[in-house]
């Protein structure tokens, strides 16, 4: 008898793991749905002729693909020049951020200094302003220099720290046993070959998911270009998709290809560092 009833336990809480994993399964699969479906459009629209685009009912796939629009797209305006300023901005965004945020996020975290925490308290408060807050006074202090006009609003700042990244590193070094750095200074070492030589080696997660939100932050960046750049020849590609798009002529068949374009560098990058980006998320939040 009691064989039986832990039989019929166990088979019945076998059966509710299975339906709880079921109900797991098919809501990631709707929510998974919610971020392939608009792709998937976007991909298929980039390939349908001007007609096709809003037809009633929907066709989901084209019915002649239309090479020609990335052919007009790469032609309709200066894309390569475009994508190669693009890519500078986004190198030195890169650069600044890892170099600036892991310098500064270590003497908050390993460095014992007075009114560490005030400091800190302050760079995290500067979070809560939105860019329209100070972009006015940036665009002034920049015109003063003489700045306009150039890459130095976008590339030079980055070097300066962001405080959402020196926030993310901090928590990162935070999570390090304390243990290594104070048997390197034990050893002698400096605190800069600390820094180089334990510190680093050991934050890659925490490097690329700040490289990746980098990334992101300039490659989609519209608002900025748009402001400081004030010259054809330095645009970007989001400047560039908004020169496609006027009120008299959308020109979709053209947009849809460069948002292809657009969106494959960020899904490429995330899946091959994915890896380091989730760990570097989880192991950011250890400790406060």
């Not at 700045?147 to 926030?167: A, D, K, M």
């Not at 002529?249 to 989730?278: A, D, H, T």
Request: hydrophobic share 55%; charged share 10%; net charge positive.
């Amino acid at each position: 008898m009691e064989h039986a009833v832990s039989f019929r336990n166990s088979l019945t809480s076998r059966v509710f793991s299975y339906v709880e994993q079921a109900i797991l399964y098919a809501l990631l699969i709707i929510i998974s749905a919610c971020f392939i479906v608009p792709f998937f459009w976007l991909l298929s629209c980039s390939f349908k002729q001007p007609s096709e685009l809003f037809e009633v009912p929907i066709r989901w796939m084209p019915r002649t693909i239309q090479f020609e629009n990335y052919i007009r797209m790469f032609t309709y305006f200066p894309f390569l020049r475009y994508l190669r300023n693009t890519l500078i901005i986004v190198f030195f965004n890169i650069a600044g951020s890892i170099l600036s945020g892991s310098v500064i996020a270590y003497g908050f975290a390993c460095l014992n200094w007075k009114g560490r925490d005030k400091v800190f308290i302050i760079v995290l408060i500067t979070m809560i302003l939105p860019f329209q807050v100070v972009m006015v006074p940036l665009f002034i202090l920049f015109q003063k220099i003489g700045w306009i006009g150039t890459f130095l609003p976008l590339t030079v700042t980055c070097f300066f720290g962001n405080p959402f990244y020196i926030f993310l590193m901090r928590q990162f070094f935070l999570s390090l046993p304390k243990e290594l750095n104070q048997a390197a200074r034990i050893d002698g070492a400096s605190e800069f070959r600390i820094f180089a030589q334990i510190a680093i080696p050991l934050s890659q997660p925490v490097l690329a998911t700040v490289a990746i939100f980098a990334f992101l932050r300039t490659w989609n960046d519209f608002i900025g270009p748009l402001i400081f750049l004030a010259s054809d020849r330095l645009y970007t590609l989001s400047i560039g998709a908004q020169m496609i798009r006027s009120n008299l002529q959308p020109n979709w068949e053209l947009l849809m290809p460069l948002g292809v374009v657009m969106v494959l560098p960020v899904l490429i990058i995330f899946f091959l560092m994915q890896k380091y980006f989730i760990q570097g998320i989880a192991m950011s939040g250890i400790k406060g």
